[in-house]
């Protein structure tokens, strides 16, 4: 018989089929520990893609989108001055002036855009003033396992780390190597688990936000 029998001494014999099923097990539990700290393949990518950006490319917080509101006026004209909240395809209308497309331009550029159109026969020397009294096309959402959760205003070279603090930081419940990042690519989702461990040990680059992205921490299982 091939059955394994105790050992009359102290040492442990383990039988072929038994040892066999032992270095399994080990080999199992090992790959698992580098499974912990694997970096998302689509993680580095998206690093990849930030690092061959034109800056023309690079999100700025300062443009204007859709749903920002803006006041308008003109120095000494009191019909041209006026609230306006930025319509879906990115346009408002002006007295004189008619529909003007205002997608991803700065205050200063609407005010030179207007002037030069109010000079062109309406009026001489037009003083246009812009200012922004609501930013709501640029945003970036944390939620989950955070201290105040929610929407929060995309800023210039906002990263994933500044976007937590801004919500507070994790909670105790928090598992923050399994926070995930979802993220509209050539009109498509993508969601990556953000190395956020790695990131804050400085082992891993901090990938900068872009508006729209939406970070959730998870509830950790322990």
Known sequence: MNACRPSPTRSVRLCPGTARL?????????ACVGCSTTIDP???RLLQSESQAPLDDVPSANTLGPSDKITISVYNEE?????YVISPD?????PLVGKLSLNGMTCSQVEDTIAQKLRDGYIRRPSVSCSVTEFNSKKVSVFGEVKAPGNFRFEDRMSIVQAVTS????TER?????TTLVRVVQGKKVKVRVPMESIIEGEVENLQLQPGD???????IY
């Open 22 to 30: 032992m270095a399994v097990l080990v080999a199992v539990a090992m």
């Open 42 to 44: 689509n993680y580095l």
């Open 79 to 83: 019909s041209l001055q006026g609230d």
């Open 90 to 94: 990115g346009t408002i209308s002006f």
């Open 167 to 170: 919500a507070g930081g994790f």
């Open 174 to 178: 928090a598992s923050p190597s399994n």
């Open 214 to 220: 939406i970070i959730f921490v998870p509830t950790s």
